[in-house]
C-alpha cells in the first residue's frame, strides 16, 4: 500500500513537470539519453560517434514526446468519454429503454 501510495506521488510530479513544462522536460529527456548512449559507446568501442548519437537522441526524443502526447490523449479520451459518449451509448439505451416500457 506505500509503495502504490510513494509511487503515485512521484508519478504525478513527473507529469506535473511534463505538463506545465514541456520544453524542459523534453530537453532533460534529451540530455539523459546523450549521455546514456555517449557512455555505452564509449565502454563498447572506445570512441563516440557524433552523428550516431545525435540520431540517437533524435529518435528517441521523438518517440518520448509521441508517447506522452498519445498517452494524455488517451488518458483525456477515457476520462471524458466514459462520462459523455461511453456513457450515453451503453448505460443510456438499456436504462431509457427500461423506462419507455
Known amino acids: 500500500m506505500t509503495v502504490g501510495v510513494l509511487y503515485?506521488?512521484?508519478?504525478?510530479?513527473?507529469d506535473d513537470i511534463v505538463v506545465e513544462q514541456p520544453l524542459v522536460a523534453t530537453a532533460l529527456v534529451a540530455a539523459?539519453?546523450?549521455?546514456?548512449?555517449?557512455g555505452l559507446q564509449l565502454a563498447?568501442?572506445?570512441a563516440v560517434a557524433?552523428?550516431?548519437?545525435?540520431?540517437?537522441?533524435?529518435?528517441?526524443?521523438?518517440?518520448?514526446?509521441?508517447?506522452?502526447?498519445?498517452?494524455?490523449?488517451n488518458a483525456g479520451d477515457s476520462a471524458g468519454g466514459?462520462?459523455?459518449a461511453g456513457g450515453n451509448s451503453a448505460g443510456g439505451d438499456s436504462v431509457d429503454g427500461g423506462d419507455e416500457r
Open 32 to 38: 539523459v539519453a546523450t549521455v546514456v548512449y555517449v
Open 44 to 46: 563498447m568501442d572506445g
Open 82 to 84: 466514459e462520462g459523455s
Open 8 to 14: 503515485g506521488g512521484m508519478n504525478m510530479d513527473v
Open 50 to 73: 557524433p552523428v550516431e548519437t545525435a540520431v540517437f537522441t533524435l529518435i528517441f526524443t521523438l518517440v518520448y514526446v509521441g508517447g506522452n502526447y498519445l498517452l494524455r490523449r
